[in-house]
């Protein structure tokens, strides 16, 4: 088959590129600048998702897209906001994909998203999922929960930072949960999608078989590196609502309003995805040591 991404050149591409490539696809990634691909099964073309004109009619030829496209966090001044990297990007892919005659169309979407979401994040991801399902193609539409793997930014973020100092504020009482999903099984879900005619028109969210409040996240990230549990002082809630709205305009300030929503709502599934797609997936603390345990 052959496959057009958009978003494949980030974390989750990269491993999703990986997958369907060791099954024998042809794919055509959408690249913001001139690169050359020394994989034969793999056609890098020149575009902005952003900008349908500079891409519209790359996707010809081709028998399925797939979109990853999306963002964690707003930067307005650069224009990366959640409503052209969600809503419209979906658009334009959705168009890229009816103009290309393609039937088939797997989107990226995220947990939690719903019609009375609260956070700006999942009410432009539920926007970008009524586009699809009004798109007339055959859709499967995913929605993680965190995603982790040697790339990712959340894990290896709170890793660094455990690096510098064994204290990690904790905000509120730290027992939101969270059911990480390793990068490798959602890759093996959008592929196995393609391979399932059943999957057609179906939501699936996925998340592992480990359920963590966010301070058991924080000692088996510890514990991964080959240290003790971090001291854990709790930032009193209603405080750091006030202090997040101002706070979250600087680039380097490490949490938004949208980001504590998601987490005080929390990131968990029933994990009923195994049953159409047939595996079990990677467990947490195993996992995050092969990227994250001291060198010997």
């Not at 399925?64 to 809503?87: D, M």
């Not at 973020?157 to 690096?163: G, K, P, S």
């Not at 969210?205 to 590196?225: P, Q």
């Not at 003790?228 to 809630?237: I, Q, R, Y």
Request: charge should be positive; glycine fraction near 8%.
């Amino acid at each position: 088959m052959k496959i057009f991404i958009t978003g494949g050149t980030g974390f989750v591409g990269g491993h999703l590129v990986r997958e369907l490539l060791s099954r024998g696809h042809q794919l055509r990634l959408l690249v913001h600048g001139r690169k050359q691909s020394r994989e034969q099964s793999l056609e890098l073309v020149e575009g902005d998702i952003t900008r349908p004109e500079s891409f519209l009619h790359s996707a010809a030829g081709c028998d399925a897209l797939i979109n990853l496209v999306g963002i964690i966090r707003e930067f307005p001044s650069r224009g990366i906001t959640f409503e052209r990297l969600h809503l419209q990007a979906t658009a334009n892919a959705v168009a890229a994909a009816q103009a290309a005659g393609i039937r088939r169309y797997l989107q990226m979407s995220a947990l939690g998203t719903r019609p009375d979401a609260v956070s700006g994040y999942h009410t432009t991801k539920w926007r970008a999922e009524v586009c699809v399902r009004e798109s007339g193609l055959d859709w499967t539409i995913f929605r993680p929960s965190l995603i982790f793997g040697p790339k990712d930014a959340f894990v290896n973020m709170l890793a660094a930072n455990l690096r510098l100092s064994p204290v990690m504020p904790v905000i509120g009482s730290g027992t939101y949960r969270l059911q990480p999903i390793h990068g490798d099984d959602v890759a093996r879900c959008f592929a196995m999608a393609l391979e399932k005619p059943e999957t057609s028109g179906q939501v699936y969210s996925l998340c592992g078989n480990d359920r963590l409040t966010y301070v058991e996240l924080l000692d088996a990230i510890a514990a991964a590196m080959g240290k003790a549990a971090p001291l854990k002082p709790h930032a009193p809630l209603g405080l750091m609502k006030l202090i997040i709205p101002f706070m979250q305009m600087i680039p380097q300030f490490p949490i938004t309003m949208d980001q504590l929503q998601m987490l005080l709502e929390e990131s968990i599934c029933d994990g009923s995805w195994q049953q159409t797609f047939g595996f079990a997936p990677r467990r947490f603390h195993e996992a995050i040591r092969e990227y994250l345990a001291p060198a010997a």
